[in-house]
């Protein structure tokens, strides 16, 4: 996956007069990324900075490439991750989205799944793959992901914003992040134009890893919901209609069936976002056994 991204980094189509290069932060201790990227490098158009963070958990890793943005004296940063592959113009028009329209800040663009194989439609079809294709170029969003994003090294710098390592193992450490930096006034914007395409293989293509993709997602959710708001009377109500929610989802899951098999695992999946919300909302933030989630 790692190589697939590498390469649809040089087949980028690049802005005249824009200087670009390329960091990899390799989150393994082992350095096993090493060969692929200084292989790459060997041939590539534009110049590659490897670094390995030690430190095991997405929040190191990510902070890891705002430490080094900074230390190269980048002005702008694109984030995306190892498994995807970029669109040509998703670098161009990520720049001139920016560019030409004063209100955007941080520029946030779709990733789309793609299949490396076929699959049963019960998990080509699973939501847990879907990207909303309802949300217009221009809208404004209060929190974004990392994995298709492009923001001055500003937000870093002069606002003293890094990713939060109380999501270090489970996700949604990027949504914790870019709903700071939104309240900190660096307004996110929708960018349809710039896109690029998450590869599903394997790993991913089961239920037990989309189960435990939805499950998480809930859990860091409802971490990032009450990180800040104490307000026990908001939490009682919110872990309520929680209950509600996900009792009636395990209910509904043995009949949902009726619908359609996938069917029947998105009300499933639902359930387990719900459970995840549940957990979250009376533990707060994870104990260590949840450390060891399959490629979260």
Known sequence: MLSAALQS???????????????VVDNDENESARTVVENFSQTSKIPVHYVSEKQ???????????????????????????DEILDKDWL?????FYKTNDNVIISSG???????????????????F??????????????????NVFFPVSVVKDADLWFDNKFVFMGGEDGDFFARASEAGYTIVWNNDAVNYEIIG??????????????????????????????????????????VSFSFMALAAIPSIILGVSFFWNTVG??????GKIVSTVRGVPLDYYKEINGL
């Not at 161009?92 to 001139?96: D, K, R, S």
Request: include cysteine; hydrophobic fraction near 35%.
């Open 56 to 82: 095991r958990g997405i929040a190191f890793a990510r902070n890891r490439v705002l430490k080094e943005a900074v230390e190269l004296n980048a002005s702008h940063i694109a984030f995306f991750d190892d």
């Open 110 to 128: 779709p990733t789309y799944s793609k299949f490396e194989s076929e699959y049963p439609s019960y998990i080509r079809n699973n939501k847990i």
């Open 202 to 243: 394997d790993q991913r293509a089961n239920m037990h890893w989309i189960l435990n993709r939805y499950y998480y997602n809930g859990y860091s959710g409802a971490l990032l919901r009450f990180k800040n708001n104490k307000n026990k009377f908001k939490k009682a109500v919110y872990l309520f209609k929680t209950l």
């Open 9 to 23: 980094v040089d087949e980028l189509n690049f802005c005249e007069n824009t200087k670009v290069e390329l960091l």
């Open 130 to 147: 879907k990207t909303s294709t309802t949300k217009k170029t221009g809208a404004i969003r209060r929190i974004c992901a990392s994995g």
């Open 92 to 96: 161009i028009n990520h720049i001139e």
């Open 270 to 275: 639902m359930a387990a976002k719900n459970l």
